[in-house]
Antibody
Framework: EVQLLESGGGLVQPGGSLRLSCEAS????????MSWVRQTPGKGLEWVST????????YYADSVKGRFTISRDNSKNTLYLQMNSLRAEDTAVYYC?????????????WGQGTLVTVSS | EIVLTQSPATLSLSPGERATLSCRAS??????LAWYQQKPGQAPRLLIY???NRATGIPARFSGSGSGTDFTLTISSLEPEDFAVYYC?????????FGQGTKVEIK
């Protein structure tokens, strides 16, 4: 069974930093791209970032480029999102997500989400 | 960036009725489009990928159609558990983008 478990969310002041983690199980982690998708309270979904299976390719939304860094440790089956220079508008539930097989280019499996609140 | 525009914003229907949701892309995404369902307090659930393929375990009452810039999600006969918010998403190009969502509510 595929499982994705996020952690690391919390309350942080504007300008601060936070690192999110997503521990994966139930599939060959290194074979598949992984992504972060966020959802602001009461609003829609926003794709944040994607990293290839090897970690050699990364992609970012313009809204986070230069502030967030996606990475992965395939030996630990863990995905990360380092968030720096946080702003109020980064407040959201952050989900890690992936797709496998025929759905590998989409978000077929999601974690439960971790809430990041940026506020003074 | 490809902008996805969903309509209507809200659809008020009764159980048993047919729901038709629209997603229009600002430029062609070929068939690289998915539909998700989200209920309050839950992560989104993939329903349809590549415009018309049902994901694993998705009931046959859900169907997707379209290509290029115009796409439709159809729920043939609404069940009580289908009242939720639905999002489309394209994977044709970076950045990946979602539509703003259509809420299907009980009339």
């Amino acid at each position: 069974e595929v499982q994705l478990l996020e952690s690391g969310g919390g309350l942080v002041q504007p300008g601060g930093s936070l690192r999110l983690s997503c521990e994966a199980s139930g599939f060959t982690f290194s074979s598949f791209a992984m992504s972060w998708v966020r959802q602001t309270p009461g609003k829609g979904l926003e794709w944040v970032s994607t990293i290839s299976g090897s970690g050699g390719s990364t992609y970012y939304a313009d809204s986070v480029k230069g502030r967030f860094t996606i990475s992965r440790d395939n030996s630990k089956n863990t995905l990360y999102l380092q968030m720096n220079s946080l702003r109020a508008e980064d407040t959201a539930v952050y989900y890690c997500a992936t797709g496998l097989g025929a759905t590998k280019y989409y978000f077929d499996y999601w974690g439960q989400g971790t809430l990041v609140t940026v506020s003074s | 960036e490809i902008v996805l525009t969903q309509s209507p914003a809200t659809l008020s229907l009764s159980p048993g009725e047919r729901a038709t949701l629209s997603c229009r892309a600002s430029q062609s995404v070929s068939s690289s489009l998915a539909w998700y369902q989200q209920k309050p307090g839950q992560a989104p659930r993939l329903l349809i990928y590549d415009a018309s393929n049902r994901a694993t375990g998705i009931p046959a009452r859900f169907s997707g159609s379209g290509s290029g810039t115009d796409f439709t999600l159809t729920i043939s006969s609404l069940e009580p558990e289908d009242f939720a918010v639905y999002y489309c998403q394209q994977r044709s190009s970076w950045p990946r983008t979602f539509g703003q969502g259509t809420k299907v509510e009980i009339k």
